[in-house]
Every structure is written in C-alpha cells, then in structure tokens.
C-alpha cells in the first residue's frame, strides 16, 4: 500500500498519466494527491512552454520543478501522500524527490513503467505528440533501461518498488490502477 512519496518512473509515452488518470478517475486518490510536471508547465506557461533555446528551455523547466517541488513539500508537510508524475527516469532527478520525502520522513515508493521500446513507440505514435521525436524518447526508454533498474532504486532509498503492467501484459492503464491501493500518510510524530 503506497503511502509518502509515491515517484512514478518511466519515460514519455510509457503509460504513466493514463494510470493516475485511470487512479483518479476511480477515485483510489484524490486529484491534488497528483503532482505533475506536464500539467504546472501548462498551468504556468500554457501550451507555448517551449523556448527555442537551450538557456530558455532551462529556466523554464526550473520554474515548473520548483513548483512541483513546492507542490509535493505541502502535502509530505500536512502529512499526506503524493504522487509524482514526471519521467524521474535520470538518478539525479530521483535524488531531488528522495531527498524532499526524507525531509519529512517520509516512505518512497517507486512505479515504475517500462514497456518495451517497441510498444512505447507505437504509445508514443497513438499520442501524436509534437513536443518529441521518436528518438528523443528512445533515449528516455534507454536511460530508464540503464539507470532505473529496480536493484538500483531501492539503494537510493525507495522503500518498495513496483512493476506497474502495461500492454506487453495485455493490461489497460485502468486495469493496472486496479492493481494498486493507495493510503494517506500519516503526518510526522503520530
């Protein structure tokens, strides 16, 4: 049963807003419970968030982590669990959460999607997504493939890690939200 951090990780394409969706809509979590990066980008920027140079494009991403990290510290703060949907595939993405979760004593737990290159591509194409290419999110899938083994996420201090199905195990995102139960955390000192 996730309780404290809940950091989905996989790359774009992978399944993950489908699944919160999928977790709200059936009313397992409640719609603040889920922080995520694509929904303050459009929030604070709307849907021109995309600067064409690379230093833009930077303080832009600060701006929207920022938030999503003040997001998050609010609710591990009153005590309550909270979801984080952005990609998380990189270590150094993951340290920044594990390290807000640990602020408060938080537990981490990881989901983690990895579907195979091929179905995520063929997602990836049903989305039809300008925001990226088809090799941008090769490289996202290989990155997780590289730096999100499940081995590798509980030494930087998840405390439970989870495979969540997709359509290699023939299963909807709707099916997998099924599969979890989610739980508010208590607040610290109880």
Do not use: W
Request: charged share 30%; with cysteine; glycine share 6%.
């Amino acid at each position: 049963m996730p309780v404290g951090l809940v950091v989905l990780v996989g790359p774009p394409a992978s399944g993950k807003t489908s699944f919160v969706r999928a977790l709200v809509e059936r009313r397992q979590v409640e719609a603040e419970a889920v922080v995520s990066s694509d929904e303050i980008r459009a929030e604070v920027f709307g849907a021109s968030a995309e600067p064409a140079d690379s230093d833009a494009s930077d303080a832009v991403d600060g701006r929207i982590f920022e938030e999503r990290d003040r997001r998050i510290v609010a609710r591990l703060a009153a005590g309550r669990s909270v979801i984080a949907e952005s990609t998380n595939v990189t270590p150094q993405a993951r340290e920044r959460l594990i390290a807000l979760a640990r602020r408060f004593d938080a537990p981490v737990t990881v989901l983690r999607f990895a579907p195979d290159v091929a179905d995520l591509l063929q997602q990836y194409a049903e989305r039809g997504r300008a925001d990226l290419t088809a090799a941008e999110v090769r490289a996202y899938a290989a990155v997780m493939s590289r730096d999100a083994g499940a081995d590798r996420l509980r030494a930087e201090g998840a405390a439970a890690v989870h495979d969540v199905p997709g359509r290699r195990q023939s299963v909807t995102p709707a099916e997998a939200a099924t599969r979890f139960t989610f739980a508010p955390c208590r607040p610290p000192g109880l």
